[in-house]
């Protein structure tokens, strides 16, 4: 996106810089790097950086309306509601395409946003690495608002743990170790002193819950959620789990709820140049003359499961629970950043953190992906380079 530094990094570019690269993050945790990382971070100038930031503080706006929790109340599936929740989430995250406006400029435009975690540990690790991998200039930072590594896993640590001790505190996943994302919870119990639990291993009585701490039956008080209940339900042989949904005397960081308050369905109320215009189908007056510039997405899926690209009538018909569904203007990515095999996509995810005491969440952190197939991910790019997650540079305001 810079030009200057596209071409000086693709220039220094070699095979062996990026495998010497690679050797070092995969020795940080080895064993446990179990999705591809890009061969190249994305180096974003001030001004796409602060759309990116305005359209946030915007969505924030809406997030911290005294009639959003009503709004989204039909967000939340009933059988996964989940008692004791709080009044905010500790973590959002955005992802904002690299996109091509009418213009041919280029803009960020929302694809996603999700009150709910990501790599928050392992970026913090993984950007220090590319920083050096990558030659990184003095004036650009992985970091937003002056955060450093340091002050990052700091607010990180105090958010999760606070003033709990570490052992009552527990990152929750469904076998975590079948997990892509592993490494993080791996760096996540490096920087918390927390253990993560799998919810086959949990353990409740009354309204209590524990985990076996190395053969010390441990109380849990606080419960860092890395749980998605949409993929837990596809889950098949279980057997006698905990019953989330019942009220137990935890914390939880964030609370499960959050994740579909702050979702898909919140996109329909906002409005923003860099938010694409949404709607939900069954509020939808008539359907658009030109289906071929939306986007069909149920609202409850993960990782991109079900979404129609080029969306025709029959599919719109097809739609048997239309208030499940939105309809959101197709954004065009822009194939900005030059590779030695053309060019790649980009996606920017937008790390941000909520303390108590904050009467809003700040912007600290990013992952970035890049993408030479229709979508993100990682079944649109098999057998390609290039492509995969890495990190955002941004420079300085």
């Known amino acids: 996106m810079i030009k200057d530094l596209r071409q000086r990094f693709n220039k220094a570019f070699t095979k062996e810089k990026y495998e010497a690269y690679m050797a070092k993050l995969e020795a940080l945790h080895p064993g446990t790097l179990d999705f591809r990382n890009a061969e190249t971070p ?3 100038p001030k001004d796409f ?7 946030c503080e915007d969505i924030i706006d809406v997030i911290v309306h005294p009639k959003f929790i009503e709004l989204t109340d039909r967000g939340i599936p009933a059988n996964v509601n989940v008692p004791g929740e709080n009044s905010h989430p500790e973590f959002v995250v955005f992802d904002f395409g690299i996109c091509e406006n009418e213009k041919g400029g280029l803009e960020p435009q929302l694809i996603e946003m999700q009150g709910f975690p990501t790599l928050f540990a392992f970026q913090a690790f993984h950007s220090e690495l590319t920083a050096e991998y990558a030659d990184l200039p003095d004036n650009f ?9 340091e002050s990052y896993l700091e607010v990180l640590k105090d958010i999760i743990v606070g003033d709990l001790n570490p052992q009552n505190v527990i990152l929750l996943e469904i076998f975590p170790e079948q997990q892509k994302t592993r490494i993080d919870f791996y760096f996540t119990e490096q920087v918390l002193g927390i253990k993560t639990v799998c919810l086959t291993k949990l353990i409740a009585e009354g309204k209590k819950l524990y985990y076996d701490n190395n053969g010390v039956k441990t109380e849990v008080k606080r419960i860092y959620n890395r749980l998605i ?3 837990l339900q596809k889950q098949e042989g279980l057997g006698d789990i905990v019953d989330l949904t019942k009220e137990y005397e935890v914390e939880w960081v964030p609370h499960p709820n959050w994740f579909y ?9 906002i409005h923003n140049p860099y938010v694409p215009k949404t709607y939900f189908l069954n509020e939808l007056k008539q359907v658009p003359a030109d289906l071929e510039n939306y986007v069909l997405k149920p609202l409850f899926s993960f990782a991109g499961m079900g979404v129609v690209i080029d969306v025709t009538q029959a599919d719109i018909d097809a739609v048997k629970d239309p208030e499940n569904w ?3 203007s197709k954004v065009k990515y ?10 790649a996509k980009g996606e920017i995810r937008l790390f941000y953190f909520w303390k108590k005491d904050w009467p809003r969440p700040i912007g600290v952190h990013n992952l970035a992906r890049l993408s030479k197939g229709k979508m993100i991910g990682t079944r649109y790019n098999k057998n390609k380079e290039w492509v995969g997650g890495n990190v955002a540079f ?4």
């Open 229 to 231: 209940f949409d993929d």
């Open 49 to 55: 950086t602060q759309k990116m930031l305005g359209a």
């Open 394 to 397: 941004f420079e300085n305001p």
């Open 141 to 149: 930072s992985p970091y937003l608002n002056g955060y450093t590594k």
């Open 334 to 343: 822009a194939d900005v950043i030059e590779t030695p095999d053309g060019p």
């Open 261 to 269: 308050r702050i979702s898909k369905f919140t996109l329909p109320f």
């Open 326 to 328: 939105i309809l959101q």
């Open 42 to 44: 994305i180096f974003v």
